[in-house]
């Protein structure tokens, strides 16, 4: 049992560690980690994303999201614009500066992410994807089964 418990160890530390990088990465480019998240949600979501929809994708608090939200607003690269599917909600739009700005830091971070890629090789690359989904699936089960316990 200590030996699964250090592999709990390292594993999450090696989770806490890629979540770091990120972060210093996000900083060196003069913004948060949670700005890079909202900004990968709303142009992958080509421009038009709802606030909910961010924090259910990175299960960020709601009141974190709204801080990024208004920073991005003054910074002038965020509007808000009323939702066609319901006029409670507010899409968040991109603006020029926004489009021109998220465009440079998603190709950067594509970029960056590509050469540690190559660098990692197709073959282990798929393997960690394929690996880190199977851990992901078998955390989910154990959690399902011990809540119907």
Same mark, same amino acid.
Request: proline share 1%; glycine share 4%; net charge negative.
């Given at each position: ?6 592999? *709990?160890? *390292? ?7 890629? *979540? ?5 990465? =996000?900083?060196? @480019?003069?913004? *948060?980690?949670?700005?890079? !998240?909202?900004? !990968? ?9 709802l606030q909910k929809d961010?924090?259910? @994708? ?14 991005l607003i003054r910074k002038?690269?965020?509007? &808000? ?10 899409? !968040?739009? &991109?603006? =020029?500066?926004? @489009? ?8 950067? !971070?594509?970029?960056?992410? =590509?050469?540690?890629? &190559? ?8 393997? &960690? ?19 119907r316990s």
């Amino acid at each position: 049992m200590e030996k699964l418990y250090q592999l *709990s160890d *390292s594993y999450n530390a090696i989770w806490l560690e890629t *979540s770091q990088l990120y972060e210093a990465w =996000a900083r060196q @480019r003069g913004i *948060s980690f949670y700005e890079l !998240l909202v900004i !990968l949600s709303i142009t992958e979501a080509d421009g038009k994303v709802l606030q909910k929809d961010i924090c259910q @994708r990175f299960t960020i608090p709601k009141q974190t999201v709204n801080t990024v939200i208004k920073t991005l607003i003054r910074k002038g690269w965020l509007e &808000l614009e009323v939702s066609e599917q319901d006029r409670r909600s507010r899409n !968040l739009c &991109l603006t =020029a500066e926004g @489009r021109e700005n998220t465009a440079q830091i998603v190709q950067e !971070l594509q970029n960056h992410e =590509a050469q540690v890629w &190559l660098q990692l090789g197709l073959d282990r690359a798929e393997h &960690l994807i394929e690996y880190t989904a199977l851990y992901n699936r078998y955390f989910r089960e154990v959690s399902d089964k011990n809540a119907r316990s």
